[in-house]
Each structure stands twice: as C-alpha cells, then as structure tokens.
C-alpha cells in the first residue's frame, strides 16, 4: 500500500511515503520493535494521499510519546534544536559543549580582532595543532537552509583573521582552520565550495553518519528543549538561565525550583534528563 501514497515534505517536494524510514527514525530513538510495529500499523491505517511529512511526524512523536517519553525525546532532536531559538545563542552553546565533549578546548562568543576589522566569533576550538574559527547558522524553520553564500563570507571572514593568528606567538606551526554549524541543511553549492576552500563543514545530516544528530545521539549531549515533562515557558526560562543540555539540567537540580517548578514534577523531569544522558 506504501507505494500509492505520496507525501508532502518540508520542502515541498513530493515523494512516496515509505515505510522503512518511519521504521528508522523510530529505531534512532531507541524505540523497541513492539512500540515501532503498532506505531506503523497505526499510522498505515490513517495516512492518505498529499499528508505533509509534519503531519505523519506529529501523530507519530504523540503515539510515541503516550508510550516512552524518553525515545520521545529523542525523536524530536531536530524541533527540539529548532525550539533553542530565537537569538542563536543556545546553539552556539550547544556546539561549543558538543566540541568540548570531543577533546577540544573552547571558546564562544568572542571577539576577535583581525587584520581589516573586529569580529565575533561564535566559537574558537582548539585541539593538538589545529585551530577553529566557527560559525553557527541557526535556524528556528526547518525549510531554511544554508546556501553558498554562507561558507563564502565565513572563509572571506576567517581570512581576515587568519592574517592575524599567524602572527601569534606559537601559532606559525598551527594549522588553522574556519568552520559552519548549522542546525537545518546545507546546498549542494555550499558544501561543494566549502570543501573546496577547506572549511569544517557541519549541518544536522552532513557529514553522512556524523551530522549533528549522530553526534548528539552518539555524545548524550541532548537540548533540554527535546524533553517532554516542561512546557515551551519552563524550557524557555532554563534556556535564560544559561543552560542549555538535559545534561546541565541533571547536574543543577536545583534550577526546576528556582524557575518555579512543583516539586512533584521534579521527579520525572530529573529521570528523563538522566536517562537522556546516557549513551548507547
């Protein structure tokens, strides 16, 4: 029956719906067989010709939800990074910890001065010899991506400030390196020119296998905004206290109270955050 259904996706383009890839996005949310099995069966049975992608995601992160809050979570990882908005800043956080996870050692939101004019940069990472200037491209609507010009006037910033760096003492030996995050996609342009020029290039499915999903599945490092047990206004109100991980959640209780939170929800909230850290 798959094949006679089209679907409508963010980007209005319009596929066959296939089954194996619900299949797979439920298995990425660590989800058991069990749950996955009536979660298609139900979905097969309601979904109809021209339904938008959004929608078949909607009904399934609500069936999923009703039955494991956790896989929940994880299944809504892109809205979840989506919902860190609106000033880009809590992502910058979020790459900035990402990295630092990864053995780097980091800096975000710092100005630098290169050899024409200042900048900011949202994150420096340094790790052995090599020495990042990154840039975060947030978005809060999925249909935005990042085209060519992004990678081209990050490397013509990253230019700038490489003739300074060189300069540095200890630096000559250092390889240096510019970088794009972003949470939605990037073009094919964009990542045809940024390769080409060199940049460190990551968006939320590229590089294949080690976009940012994989690398937060993979780290335990999920957006508090992913878990299912605070409203939009809690999750907006920790976001202000500076935290931006389940992670940090779980290791500063303390803050549910603080930002008003019954003690009777504190429980759950903490659990999720607990078993949302944990890597598989």
């Known amino acids: 029956m798959g094949n006679s259904i089209n679907i409508i996706k963010h980007s209005g383009d319009i596929v066959p719906f296939n089954v194996d890839k619900l299949r797979d996005s439920l298995r990425r949310a660590q989800a058991s067989e069990d749950i996955i099995q009536q979660i298609v069966t139900q979905i097969e049975s309601v979904i109809y010709d021209g339904i938008t992608t959004k929608k078949i995601y909607q009904m399934a992160f609500k069936m999923l939800k009703g039955k494991s ?3 929940a979570s994880k299944y809504k990882l892109k809205k979840a990074l989506m919902e860190l908005g609106p000033s880009g800043f809590p992502f910058e956080k979020l790459v900035g910890k990402l990295l630092a996870h990864e053995g780097y050692v980091t800096k975000v939101g710092v100005i630098v001065k290169g050899n024409c004019v200042q900048h900011e940069v949202d994150v420096i990472a340094q ?6 200037m990154i840039e975060c491209k947030y978005h809060s609507d999925q249909g935005r991506v990042c085209n060519v010009k992004i990678p081209l006037y990050i490397h013509s910033r990253f230019l700038d400030v490489e003739k300074q760096w060189v300069q540095l003492k200890g630096h000559e030996a250092k390889l240096h390196k510019g970088g794009v995050y972003t949470n939605t996609r990037l073009t094919t342009d964009a990542i045809q020119y940024g390769k080409c020029v060199g940049l460190l ?4 499915d590229y590089p294949r296998g080690n976009g ?10 999920h957006p508090l905004t992913a878990l299912t047990t605070l409203t939009k206004v809690e999750k907006t109100k920790l976001l202000d206290e500076g935290i931006v991980l389940c992670k940090e959640l779980h290791e500063n209780p303390g803050l549910l109270e603080k930002i008003g ?5 504190h429980k ?3 659990e999720d955050s607990e078993e949302l850290c944990t890597t598989h």
């Open 127 to 132: 790790k052995d010899n090599t020495h990042y």
């Open 212 to 221: 940012l999903k994989d690398r937060i599945d993979k780290s335990g490092l």
């Open 261 to 265: 939170i019954p003690k009777a929800r």
């Open 268 to 270: 759950k909230i903490l």
């Open 69 to 71: 809050r956790v896989s």
């Open 201 to 204: 290039l990551t968006s939320w």
